[in-house]
T-cell receptor, first 110, second 116 residues
Framework: ELKVEQNPLFLSMQEGKNYTIYCNYS?????LYWYRQDPGKSLESLFV?????AVKQEGRLMASLDTKARLSTLHITAAVHDLSATYFC??????????FGAGTRLTVKP | DTEVTQTPKHLVMGMTNKKSLKCEQH?????MYWYKQKAKKPPELMFV???????INESVPSRFSPECPNSSLLNLHLHALQPEDSALYLC???????????????FGPGTRLLVL
């Protein structure tokens, strides 16, 4: 069975700093997704990574995928308070069967 | 229009009640999903409909009964729920291209369910 592990689970950052969230998964898949969830809200799609070596950037966030290492990263550059949220990675396990990591709760402090 | 709508937003029900959650999308997506999310946990997949046929049922208790009347609508019928079923129920949809280049799932705002 697919396992999706995120770390860290909790991340407290100062504004302006950089950090990386890691997502490891246990079985072969070349489809990985990153979502953001604000407290009490639904999930917002951030990135879709569909091939080995894929890299996507949006604003201060950049996501990458290494299917050989079964690893995706979400890099935060010069964090701002508005990025405070929970970030989930998710792996497509078996055509539409998507499994989520536990989530990384990010807090960006002034 | 990239919106998935869900009704109701909040629902309180007793253990003997029957209720239904509704989900609608008009993006032409052919895959629709139900997830359950407990507080501070990731979403857990419950059901997947692909082209209006149930394709994945993740060993969900029979007190949850999904229905897909057409390609735009998805229902979740609830009966004889337990207090531990209290959670946020999220609906999502996506294009279903037979496995190739699977796109992201678009999530609705959710129904927050409390079972007393």
């Amino acid at each position: 069975e697919l396992k999706v592990e995120q770390n860290p689970l909790f991340l407290s950052m100062q504004e302006g700093k950089n950090y990386t969230i890691y997502c490891n998964y246990s079985t072969t898949s070349d489809r990985l997704y990153w979502y953001r969830q604000d407290p009490g809200k639904s999930l917002e799609s951030l990135f879709v990574l569909l091939s080995n070596g894929a890299v996507k950037q949006e604003g201060r966030l950049m996501a990458s995928l290494d299917t050989k290492a079964r690893l995706s990263t979400l890099h935060i550059t010069a964090a701002v308070h508005d990025l405070s949220a929970t970030y989930f990675c998710a792996v497509d396990y078996n055509n539409n069967d998507m499994r989520f990591g536990a989530g990384t709760r990010l807090t960006v402090k002034p | 229009d990239t919106e998935v709508t869900q009704t109701p937003k909040h629902l309180v029900m007793g253990m003997t009640n029957k209720k239904s959650l509704k989900c609608e999308q008009h993006m032409g997506h052919r895959a629709m999903y139900w997830y359950k999310q407990k507080a501070k946990k990731p979403p857990e997949l419950m059901f997947v409909y692909s082209y209006e046929k149930l394709s994945i049922n993740e060993s969900v208790p029979s007190r949850f009964s999904p229905e897909c009347p057409n390609s735009s609508l998805l229902n979740l019928h609830l009966h004889a729920l337990q207090p531990e079923d209290s959670a946020l129920y999220l609906c999502a949809s996506s294009q279903d291209k037979g496995g190739a280049q699977q796109e992201t799932q678009y999530f609705g705002p959710g129904t927050r369910l409390l079972v007393l």
